[in-house]
């Protein structure tokens, strides 16, 4: 079963493909977008083109766990797109996963533009693998 995982940002998008019966999640991209419409045209076709059934995106708690002005954002954009779809979506905590996502690149040696270009893909994944980890 495919997961979609997503790292919701107002201008950037994460999103990785993982897979729930081997716990695995080796494609992970980011991209811009324009606005909203255009985001869930994505999310659609990727729903379509790995025939996904979970969706979790990432929910950015503060760090007492209470809820941050994003978390707003990300439950709108939510509703806005279980609108349109009809699969469940999940929330995973993602705190720190973008600075996660950033040392990783660093400690790989990636350049500055490859860590801004890749940082919400890897988030993404990471999403991914909490869930999955969650899950088992």
């Not at 201008?11 to 606005?35: D, H, L, P, W």
Request: proline share 1%.
């Amino acid at each position: 079963m495919n997961i979609l995982g997503i790292d919701y940002g107002l201008k950037n998008v994460g999103f990785a493909i993982g897979e729930q019966v081997t716990n695995n999640c080796s494609t992970f991209f980011s991209e811009k977008y324009k606005n909203k419409k255009e985001l869930i045209k994505k999310i659609k076709h990727l729903i379509s083109e790995w025939d996904i059934k979970t969706i979790v995106i990432g929910l950015p708690l503060n760090m007492d766990n209470s809820e941050s002005e994003m978390c707003l954002e990300v439950r709108d954009f939510s509703k806005k797109l279980g609108d349109v779809i009809d699969i469940k979506i999940n929330f995973v905590d993602e705190k720190l996963t973008t600075y996660e996502a950033k040392q990783i690149l660093k400690n790989l040696k990636r350049s500055k533009r490859e860590i801004e270009k890749n940082n919400h893909g890897l988030a993404a994944k990471l999403i991914v693998d909490t869930y999955l980890s969650e899950k088992n």
